[in-house]
């Protein structure tokens, strides 16, 4: 039941899907469905099926995508809903926003709800941006003149006034997010649902959308469910979050405590050998199965003091010919907020991979590490030809972990600032 301050309630949402094909199964579990529903019994099929594990081979044609979901949002709430890629994050969102239904449970709403779950959602693509506005509002339950009043706070919001009168199919996928957020936002529904789609604008827009996202919690009372990997964004966001697992809440709390805990349970999947770690993509021709780091003397080290020499040295187990020269591999530093704070790729720096072919181990040198004392985890992607998701070779995250101490980069006296900014050369000068 819904008080006066609780605006929505999920109780025992569970999601399941059949694997493999298209539809609910096979015309004989479709029969054997409708025939246990008319005698008023329970679907047979919802005693079967797995946890929804990603990186595990399937011994079932069912899968819970989530299982038992249990939460309650009060108005003007913030919730963040974190988790790794594959954990239901998406999946709740469209139940909670009536794109599906769920399997069993019950969603209890009050007031609109605005869905931002992907580049253009809700938008036709024949329409111009001007339509599409409308169009959005009328599916909310506004009226031509309640839109009129926002149009033109909507278009300068978006920063797409040029091509406003424009078919949207012509617009960036950057553009199309600027005003499919801008018409969500602002046409006033009491609950405005948004999954990952900010991360496809760019750095002044993100932070442009997020303050409006502030001002609609804290002004206006509204509420806002918010999908993210970006944790800076999700502490200083949101009033509150849950973190999935599996399709299955594994913690509710605070904001920061949240973030704490599924950055905590990333650092534990550094106690099972790299070798080992299922949680990957690609189709493992090559596999990255060790990474080290040492000093400028080759002794193995785990910290590093900020500016000074670094190399990494990565193992790997080769399971199926590869183009060599067409290899792409790139190595990122992640910080604690998972947020790329330093990245290294070959092309890039003009170099190739043909000699790799005679060994199974490759090292990236950095003589000077100008990043900040903090934390960081290793990202390695290996690719062939270009960084497209059908070409994954293997992508690993939480690779390795590099400590980084503050270090007098600048000769001053005074150590650097911890941060998760990297530091670059340069210098000041007083001009004349």
Not at 17 to 30: E, F, Q
Not at 140 to 152: A, N, R
Not at 257 to 284: M, P, W
Not at 325 to 346: C, E, H, R, T, W
Request: a positive charge; charged letters at 25%.
């Amino acid at each position: 039941m819904i008080n006066s301050k609780t605006i929505l309630v999920a109780e025992n949402i569970s999601k399941q899907y059949r694997l493999g094909l298209v539809g609910t199964g096979t015309i004989s579990h479709d029969l054997n469905r409708w025939w246990y529903r008319i005698r008023g019994k329970q679907d047979p099929y919802l005693k079967v099926g797995e946890a929804n594990d990603r990186s595990t081979k399937a011994d079932s044609n069912y899968v819970w995508a989530l299982k038992d979901i249990n939460f309650e949002v009060k108005q003007g709430e913030v919730l963040g809903i974190i988790g790794k890629n594959g954990a239901g994050k998406s999946t709740l969102l469209k139940i909670l926003s009536r794109v599906t239904n769920p399997t069993t449970g019950e969603i209890k709403t009050r007031g609109r709800i605005a869905s931002l779950l992907e580049v253009g959602t809700g938008f036709h693509p024949e329409l111009t941006g001007r339509e599409n506005i409308y169009l959005n509002g009328a599916i909310l339950g506004m009226t031509k003149s309640e839109i009129k009043v926002k149009e033109s706070e909507i278009i300068e919001f978006s920063g797409c006034e040029r091509y406003i009168d424009t078919p949207v199919k012509r617009y960036s996928s950057g553009m199309r997010v600027r005003l499919a957020f801008a018409v969500a936002a602002h046409l006033e529904p009491d609950i405005l649902v948004i999954d990952e789609v900010l991360a496809v604008g760019d750095a002044e827009f993100q932070k442009k959308a997020i303050g409006k996202m502030q001002d609609i919690s804290n002004s206006e009372g509204r509420t806002v469910l918010f999908v993210s990997h970006n944790m800076a964004a999700v502490k200083n966001l949101c009033t509150r979050a849950v973190v999935l697992e599996h399709g299955q809440i594994v913690f509710e709390g605070t904001q920061n405590d949240a973030v704490n805990f599924y950055l905590s349970a990333e650092k534990q999947k550094h106690q099972i050998a790299l070798a080992n770690r299922t949680d990957r993509k690609g189709n493992q021709k090559l596999k990255v199965i060790d990474v080290s780091f040492f000093n400028k003397k080759g002794e193995q080290v785990f910290e590093v003091i900020s500016g000074d020499y670094l190399k990494i040295r990565i193992k790997l187990l080769k399971q199926k010919p590869v183009n060599y020269p067409k290899l792409f591999i790139g190595i990122n530093f992640i910080d604690q907020n998972m947020n790329f704070a330093l990245s290294y790729v070959n092309d890039e720096m003009g170099f190739t991979f043909d000699d790799l072919e005679q060994s199974d181990t490759f090292e990236l040198e950095i003589p000077n590490l100008y990043l900040r004392a903090r934390d960081y985890s290793l990202r390695v992607l290996i690719t062939e030809n270009d960084t497209n998701a059908h070409n994954f070779i293997d992508l690993i995250e939480n690779a390795a972990l590099l400590s980084i101490l503050a270090g007098d980069i600048w000769n001053s006296g005074k150590l650097n600032r911890k941060s998760s900014i990297a530091v670059l050369p340069g210098s000041f000068n007083i001009s004349k």
